[in-house]
């Protein structure tokens, strides 16, 4: 069974930097594109980026592009988010998912998600 | 990159239908036919419930079905039952090689 584990949120004070790690086991990491998508406490799901499945194309929000960093790396099977420059509308539930078709650019729907990991931002 | 436009909440009796809309632009929605629908219970992550307009993924009901006119999406959820209730996203991908989600709808099974 596809997992997804996401690691590394907590709390961190505003202008900081945080990285998240999304730990992918049980599929075949390398053929298909990721997503990070958050959700702030009590809102609604915000898309944040993606990454191709070779990671050779990368598309961001405009709310965090120019601040976060989707990165993957296929010899540890994981997925990361570098957040810089945070700030307090960042705060939410952070979940990584997989694009659901192999060989992707990024246009297919996401068939598994994490449980995602909480980032607050708070002085 | 705005969200794509869904009414907060819905609500049906057991057995009954319902239909949420998704209103977007000739940018997403109107524009390819990668309308995906979630569903997200309290707590938990979401689940994808269609993708594709109107495919269903494997082990999902067929009480589940999903729609598309111009700028419009729908998800139309017939014979209602309690584990139903739950919050309900469409999502598009754009011309921007982006997704969107909308706002999310609030399905309250009386």
């Known amino acids: 069974q596809v997992q997804l584990v996401e690691s590394g949120g907590g709390v961190v004070q505003p202008e900081r930097s945080l990285r998240l790690s999304c730990a992918a086991s049980e599929f075949a990491f390398t053929n298909y594109a990721m997503h990070w998508v958050r959700q702030a406490p009590g809102k609604g799901l915000e898309w944040v980026a993606l990454i191709s499945y070779d990671g050779s194309n990368k598309y961001y929000a405009d709310s965090v592009k120019g601040r976060f960093t989707i990165s993957r790396d296929t010899s540890k099977n994981t997925l990361y988010l570098q957040m810089n420059s945070l700030r307090a509308d960042d705060t939410a539930v952070y979940y990584c998912a997989r694009g659901q078709q192999p060989y992707s650019g990024g246009w297919h729907p996401l068939d598994y998600w994490g449980q995602g990991t909480l980032v607050t931002v708070s002085s | 990159q705005s969200a794509l436009t869904q009414p907060a909440s819905v609500s049906g009796s057991p057995g009954q239908s319902i239909t949420i809309s998704c209103t977007g632009t000739s940018s997403d929605v109107g524009r390819y036919n990668y309308v995906s629908w979630y569903q997200q219970h309290p707590g938990k992550a979401p689940k994808l419930m269609i993708y594709?307009?109107?495919d269903r993924p494997s082990g999902i009901s067929i009480r589940f079905s999903g729609s598309k006119s111009g700028n419009t999406a729908s998800l139309t959820i017939s014979g209602l039952q309690a584990e139903d209730e739950a919050d309900y996203y469409c999502s598009s991908y754009t011309s921007s090689s982006t997704w969107v989600f909308g706002g999310g709808t609030k399905l309250t099974v009386l």
């Open positions: 594709d307009v109107s």
